[in-house]
């Protein structure tokens, strides 16, 4: 069979175009986006009313969404069009959000004012959610980009069309479909040595090889140790050390939970809060919480959010026990 070196090129042109336009529809897209923001409350004279919406721009359904807020201030939940939706502190999960769909949250704020720089962070169990400050930079939903990419579609189909341009574009689909999936898994050989994240859980959408953050933590430029916790009464008392031996200058927020109420212990002894890390910086707190009085029990889950000033963020969380 003669093939004709033109119609290979073209064919191979449209296979890449194709390709691109598939990543492109397909790509998680999870957006926050803050439409109103109350100044005044009816309910609050200290506070202002937030609406936040969170929506799914991508075709899968977003599971497990943590939308982490600035910890300075307080929250409260007053609704939502998710009834699954919950507010712990500063922390509103929801379970799911289908594709093309959105969560809409209701929440009263005091003890400052609130503005877009106040998300901390959003993640699904897939991705990181970028925050819109203009409803202009909110992207349309996948089905709407599939409908903008139909003419698009039609014309390459026109000029690059035949049998031979119908397989390979099928070919390159599977392909690319398998790349993607492949790309969203953390790779290491067999007998490569896990990396050294102190003991802390931190997310894979983390483990990259652009994050700072990160790179210093498996290196040990960034250490974040607890010592042995101790019980005093019904408290349980966990030191923490913190030393930064990297270049990057960070913010730091440290917090403490447990199973019981926490009410009777200061904030200050349960919370650090954006807290200025320099280079050389060293920094040593004990947070306290009350636990029950079985050994057994008695653990609570420190968290960290680590952040530069260029907006690369690291999340970890650690269970601490008196039995470890």
């Not at 819109?132 to 069309?161: C, D, H, W, Y």
Request: glycine letters at 6%; one cysteine or more.
């Amino acid at each position: 069979m003669n093939i004709n070196p033109t119609t290979l090129f073209y064919t191979l042109i449209g296979g890449l175009i194709l390709a691109g336009i598939l990543g492109w529809i397909r790509a998680a897209r999870l957006v926050v986006f803050v439409p109103r923001l109350f100044t005044h409350s009816k309910i609050s004279d200290k506070g202002q009313i937030v609406e936040l919406s969170v929506m799914n721009r991508g075709f899968k359904t977003e599971e497990s969404i943590e939308l982490i807020l600035s910890p300075a201030m307080h929250y409260e939940l007053l609704g939502s069009n998710n009834p699954d939706a919950t507010l712990v502190t500063n922390k509103l999960s929801v379970p799911r959000i289908g594709s093309a769909d959105d969560c809409s949250i209701l929440l009263q704020v005091e003890n400052g004012r609130f503005t877009h720089a106040d998300i901390v962070s959003c993640l699904s169990k897939e991705t990181k959610a970028t925050v819109a400050t203009k409803l202009e930079e909110v992207p349309v939903t996948a089905q709407q980009r599939v409908g903008n990419t139909v003419m698009i579609g039609i014309f390459s189909l026109m000029i690059f069309g035949g049998v031979n341009g119908i397989d390979y574009f099928i070919g390159r689909d599977t392909e690319t479909g398998s790349s993607e999936q492949a790309a969203t898994e953390v790779k290491s050989a067999p007998n490569e040595t896990p990396p050294d994240l102190q003991g802390w859980t931190i997310r894979r959408i983390y483990a990259t090889e652009d994050n700072e953050i990160y790179q210093s933590i498996i290196s040990r430029k960034i250490i974040i140790s607890t010592s042995k916790p101790s019980v005093r009464g019904k408290v349980l008392l966990v030191p923490v050390k913190v030393r930064n031996d990297s270049d990057i200058a960070l913010t730091l927020s440290l917090s403490i939970s447990a199973s019981l109420s926490q009410d009777d212990i200061d904030f200050d002894k349960r919370r650090l809060s954006s807290r200025l890390l320099l280079p050389n910086d060293f920094i040593e707190v004990t947070f306290e919480a009350i636990v029950p009085k079985e050994t057994n029990r008695q653990a609570v889950s420190l968290e960290f959010f680590l952040e530069t000033l260029e907006g690369e963020t690291l999340r970890g969380v650690k269970v601490v026990g008196i039995s470890d």
